[in-house]
């Protein structure tokens, strides 16, 4: 498998934490003081994959005020990830997670995968939201993976990245397995009792 440019967006309420994410992968720092991104920011970061290929994850950081939101859906063009960030101290920001599911889902590539991430870890004591209830939601959006983070203290955050990564490459396995299928689909009904077609492996 070749490596990829993995255009990845992070999307969710204002204050939520997307920024802050947003610098640790850019430079491994913590503002607390960040002002609320009103079109998009961008970076990228190198990470290799369980299979050992390096990929590049390009993440674009985007506005969660509501005054900002019609701009949001531009960013989905070919973005491979939707990182759906929430605050695990706000049940409100976890209710609206729905509302970014459904913008990411009708504006993002068909395939898009999509990531609930829980963010604020750190401040377990005032906790709105139980894992739990993270994962039971994960599970009936139908997103590939489910975590909590902190982008305060960092934990968590490699390994996101890590995970995307893996994802990325399973899902582009699967897609190349349909293809591949539908190819010799193709092939056997062209010719038909002209011999069998041979069992393809994942390329990947």
């Not at 994960?138 to 203290?153: N, Y």
């Not at 899902?171 to 193709?186: F, P, R």
Request: net charge negative.
């Amino acid at each position: 498998m070749e490596n990829s440019n993995i255009k990845t967006i992070l999307i969710g309420d204002t204050a939520v934490g997307k920024s802050s994410i947003y610098g640790r992968v850019n430079s491994n720092e913590f503002n607390s003081r960040h002002n609320p991104t009103i079109s998009g920011e961008y970076t990228t970061k190198c990470v290799i994959s369980e299979s050992g290929v390096e990929h590049v994850i390009g993440i674009w950081d985007t506005a969660g005020q509501e005054r900002y939101r019609t701009i949001v859906p531009l960013f989905f063009k070919d973005a491979k990830l939707a990182f759906i960030v929430y605050d695990i101290t706000s049940f409100d920001t976890f209710k609206n997670i729905d509302s970014w599911a459904e913008m990411a889902r009708n504006n993002a590539p068909e395939n898009v995968i999509l990531f609930l991430i829980g963010n604020k870890k750190d401040l377990d004591e005032k906790r709105a939201v139980s894992f739990d209830s993270a994962l039971e939601k994960g599970r009936e959006m139908g997103v590939s993976f489910t975590t909590e983070v902190s982008a305060l203290t960092n934990e968590g955050i490699d390994e996101l990245l890590q995970m995307a990564v893996n994802c990325y490459e399973q899902n582009l396995c699967h897609h190349q397995i349909k293809e591949m299928k539908h190819s010799n689909t193709v092939k056997l009904t062209d010719t038909a009792g002209n011999g069998s077609a041979q069992q393809n492996s994942c390329p990947c």
